[in-house]
């Protein structure tokens, strides 16, 4: 009781900001409720004070203003739950209302906000219904009530663990240095809307405000509007509380070539575009696959160079290969964004050079189809077999921008063909083409998934394959493939379009095992901590990895998942766990398992005596965790991460992938000025890496 205790004081902690736990809490009346947030600058990601925050309701009587403290932090207790309005003002920025704020009874709600500079005429995109007046970004905050708590008190998801699950996915994250909106928790839709003008709002009535502090200077404004949704870090986990660790399988790339591009622009990613699994799954490992058997297995571990006391533990399962000769007949429906938006050539124009790409390395068992869509989705070329190369270049020659996106539409005539059309025994695939805009039609994404899941279930399925930077939504193109049973990737360059339609395209086309689930049981008397890396928005409890209803990701042939833990060994054992993995043949029914003992003979004593490949899957490992903000890589220096990728070692580090990896990492670390957001209440040299820091 006393660790749950002073794990939810620390969670207050985090989320009201130190100097509010010195304040008396004028808001502890059982029948009222909390506004709370932290202001920004938009482009400097500094916190703003002596903001004006004036909050309207129906429910209230008048006005109650505040302004934010030095840290950019406000706070408005006891309010009477209700619909809000929050007005923010300061001079050298443009004002900015934000409308439709729902505060429950007895519920602490965080809206943090970005002001732009008042200069700034940035057109503004808003997530869900917009508000009558968005001049701004803002991040819609979890609700704190006793679910709350308790929810985030376990170690897992179903877990029964401490204070081990990590405050870190409700601390303060200042994201990327430009203005996108990154989405905390369920948002009401998952779409950005058109561009809405930023008239000013009237200026609130005078009011009681609280003590003002220096100014901040206006500044310049990112043109980025980038949609992302955080999934949080993974907690520490005691194994006498939770010793099972499952997830589901993800082979997705598109993280790691956004971060690409964004660096290769000279910023900084969002945060919150990070997903630490798509950096590790972008490298190929070599793992050999042994004989018929439908997975291999490759396990590896080495003392962590930055957790002290701890192992990092290398997970690879290869999926089975299938020859070109063997792939199966296709039916391809490509569904392509020709809205405004696409009308660069980093976009439209790149979708068509990667589709060339494609036609190459079709044969006479493969069918071509293609649908646009702007304001409306209109088919360009019906079923068209591979051996007319020609008809297929001049329809994809053909393609040109027109109207608004109209997303709903295209994959409704999508689907609609690939259905009228299936192929039989074969690869039935819907491949959507976009920036992720989609601003008219679809105006609520849960409209269309139980649609997307139902035609995956008859063997249709959809992947997403996203294009350019500015104003472009990962939530809905990732959203959408996992909910087709297919794949998501971001091609930022014609390389990355030759990587996924020429390298990898049996495994990209043909699955071969689906519902793939693997679980880690740790052994109690070997492993005493553990943690796995990435993944978090994959977790599955203990209990639904036998539970065929639950879905889970597909592997394509040959395609690899890797996955790292970090585990905390105690006295010697011949073995420190259980691998098992759970699937599905590609046409359904029952799942198979596979248990494989983890026997304590693949430690190495050190990082340099373990193979060159698990070496560099660290490595993207701990770049993507740095980029992200974990609380566990604190001590980890970018010179440091740096030597680390030099010790990959040849001929691995020459390899054009590796390299490029390193020379990324040498970007980040002239572009990575953020403070640790942690060192004021966990100063990084006093750091207890088994547990979160509690309060004394």
């Excluded at 608004?404 to 539409?409: E, H, K, L, V």
């Excluded at 679809?442 to 409209?447: C, E, F, R, Y």
């Excluded at 691995?652 to 990324?664: H, Q, S």
Aim: proline share 7%; glycine share 8%; aromatic share 8%.
């Amino acid at each position: 009781m006393h660790s749950v205790a002073r794990s939810v004081l620390c969670v207050f902690l985090l989320l009201f900001a130190l100097p509010a736990l010195a304040q008396s809490d004028a808001g502890t009346n059982p029948n009222t409720s909390t506004l709370i947030g932290t202001v920004l600058n938009t482009h400097q990601r500094r916190p703003i004070a002596n903001v004006i925050v004036t909050a309207s309701s129906p429910n209230l009587q008048g006005e109650l203003t505040t302004s934010t403290d030095a840290q950019g932090s406000y706070r408005i207790p006891q309010l009477p739950p209700g619909d809000y309005t929050l007005t923010f003002e300061k001079e050298g920025f443009k004002p900015y209302r934000r409308s439709a704020i729902q505060l429950r009874l007895n519920r602490t709600t965080r809206v943090d906000v970005e002001l732009l500079a008042a200069a700034s005429e940035e057109p503004v995109h808003v997530i869900g219904t917009p508000p009558t007046i968005d001049v701004g970004s803002t991040t819609m905050g979890v609700n704190i009530d006793q679910e709350f708590i308790k929810r985030i008190a376990v170690a897992r998801p179903g877990g029964k663990g401490g204070a081990t699950r990590s405050y870190e996915s409700l601390a303060e994250r200042p994201t990327s240095a430009h203005p996108g909106v990154a989405i905390n928790g369920p948002p009401s839709s998952i779409l950005p809307s058109q561009s809405l003008s930023r008239p000013a709002p009237p200026m609130p009535p005078s009011a009681p405000r609280f003590a003002r502090r220096d100014a901040e200077p206006p500044a310049s404004v990112s043109p980025f509007h980038m949609y992302f949704q955080g999934y949080g870090v993974n907690p520490t986990i005691n194994t006498e509380e939770e010793r099972f660790s499952t997830f589901s399988v993800d082979t997705d790339s598109a993280s790691y070539t956004l971060t690409r591009a964004y660096l290769e622009r000279g910023d900084l990613p969002n945060e919150q575009a990070v997903r630490v699994e798509e950096f590790v799954n972008t490298f190929d490992y070599g793992y050999a696959h042994q004989g018929s058997a439908p997975f291999s297995v490759q396990v590896e571990g080495f003392p962590s160079p930055v957790r002290k006391g701890y192992h990092v533990v290398h997970v690879g399962v290869k999926a089975r290969e299938v020859s070109r000769p063997q792939r199966k007949p296709s039916h391809l429906v490509f569904v392509i964004d020709v809205s405004g938006s696409m009308n660069l050539e980093n976009r439209l124009g790149l979708v068509k050079r990667a589709l060339h790409l494609l036609v190459n390395e079709l044969d006479e068992r493969d069918q071509v189809s293609i649908v646009v869509y702007g304001s409306t989705a209109r088919l360009v070329m019906e079923p068209t077999s591979a051996v007319h190369a020609h008809i297929i270049r001049a329809a994809i020659d053909s393609l040109h921008t027109e109207g608004s996106t109209n997303a709903q539409a295209g994959l409704e005539m999508g689907y609609s063909l690939a259905a009228s059309h299936l192929v039989e025994g074969g690869i039935n695939r819907v491949i959507l083409c976009s920036d992720g805009v989609a601003n008219t039609g679809l105006t609520d994404a849960n409209s269309i998934w139980e649609r997307i899941r139902s035609r995956a279930a008859k063997g249709i399925t959809l992947s997403t394959v996203g294009f350019g930077m500015g104003n472009y939504n990962d939530v809905l193109m990732e959203r959408l493939s996992q909910v087709g049973e297919g794949n998501y990737a971001y091609v930022d360059r014609i390389e990355e379009a030759h990587r996924i339609f020429v390298r990898n395209l049996t495994g990209t086309l043909q699955v071969v095992a689906k519902d793939v689930k693997l679980q880690m049981e740790f052994n109690p008397k070997a492993v005493s901590h553990y943690r796995l890396l990435g993944y978090e928005n994959r977790m599955l409890t203990k209990e639904q990895f036998a539970d065929d209803r639950v879905d889970a990701g597909e592997i394509g042939a040959g395609h690899a998942v890797t996955a790292l833990y970090e585990v905390k060994l105690t006295e010697p054992s011949a073995s420190f766990g259980t691998l098992r993995i759970r699937y599905k043949a590609p046409e359904g029914g029952d799942s198979k398992l596979i248990e494989k003992p983890l026997p304590s003979s693949v430690l190495r004593p050190a990082y340099g005596r373990a193979t060159p490949p698990t070496r560099l899957s660290y490595v993207a490992a701990a770049f993507a965790e740095k980029l992200r903000g974990s609380y566990w890589v604190r001590p980890l220096t970018y010179d440091a991460l740096l030597s680390l990728w030099e010790e990959v070692g040849q001929p691995l580090k020459a390899r054009e992938d590796v390299a490029e990896l390193g020379a990324l990492i040498q970007k980040a670390r002239a572009l990575d000025h953020r403070e640790d957001r942690f060192e004021a209440f966990a100063p990084v040299s006093t750091m207890d890496f088994d547990r979160v820091p509690t309060l004394p």
